[in-house]
Nanobody, 126 residues
Framework: VHLQASGGGLVQVGGSLRLSCTASEGTLTSAAVGWFRQAPGKERELVSAIAWSSGSTYYDASVMGRFTISRDNAKNTVSLQMNRLNPEDTAVYFC????????????????????WGQGTLVTVSS
C-alpha cells in the first residue's frame, strides 16, 4: 500500500482544513488507518485513527470534538476534517495504515502502522 496525504496549508486560528489520505497503490481497506502529526522538536503522535471494517474511531484528547475522521470506500480515501484549529495543531501530518490489526482496532501504537505517506504540513497562524 502506497499512501499519499494532501490538504495541508496555512490557516488562521479558528479556521478549518480537510486532510485526505489516498492509496495510490493497493487499497486502504486495511485493518486501520491513522493520522499522526509531528511538530518541530516533538515526537510523532497519533491524532486519530479509524478501523476500516467496523468504523471504530480513536481521537487524542487534544483534538476530541474538533477533528473528525472518516472513510470513503468508493474513493479509497480516509479524511481528517480539522475545525477550530489553534497554533498547537501546527505540525506535519502523516497518514499510515495498519494492515494486520485483528482486534481492538484501531491500535494506538505507532509501530503497528507499517505503511506511511509522505506528510503534509499544517500551519496555524495566530
Amino acid at each position: 500500500v502506497h499512501l499519499q496525504a494532501s490538504g495541508g496549508g496555512l490557516v488562521q486560528v479558528g479556521g478549518s482544513l480537510r486532510l485526505s489520505c489516498t492509496a495510490s497503490e493497493g487499497t486502504l481497506t486495511s485493518a486501520a488507518v491513522g493520522w499522526f502529526r509531528q511538530a518541530p522538536g516533538k515526537e510523532r503522535e497519533l491524532v486519530s485513527a479509524i478501523a476500516w471494517s467496523s468504523g471504530s474511531t480513536y481521537y487524542d484528547a487534544s483534538v476530541m470534538g474538533r477533528f473528525t475522521i472518516s472513510r470513503d470506500n468508493a474513493k479509497n480515501t480516509v479524511s481528517l476534517q480539522m475545525n477550530r484549529l489553534n497554533p498547537e495543531d501546527t505540525a506535519v501530518y502523516f497518514c499510515a495504515a495498519d494492515t494486520v490489526c485483528i482486534f481492538n482496532c484501531p491500535r494506538r501504537d505507532p509501530s503497528s502502522y507499517t505503511h506511511w505517506g509522505q506528510g503534509t504540513l499544517v500551519t496555524v497562524s495566530s
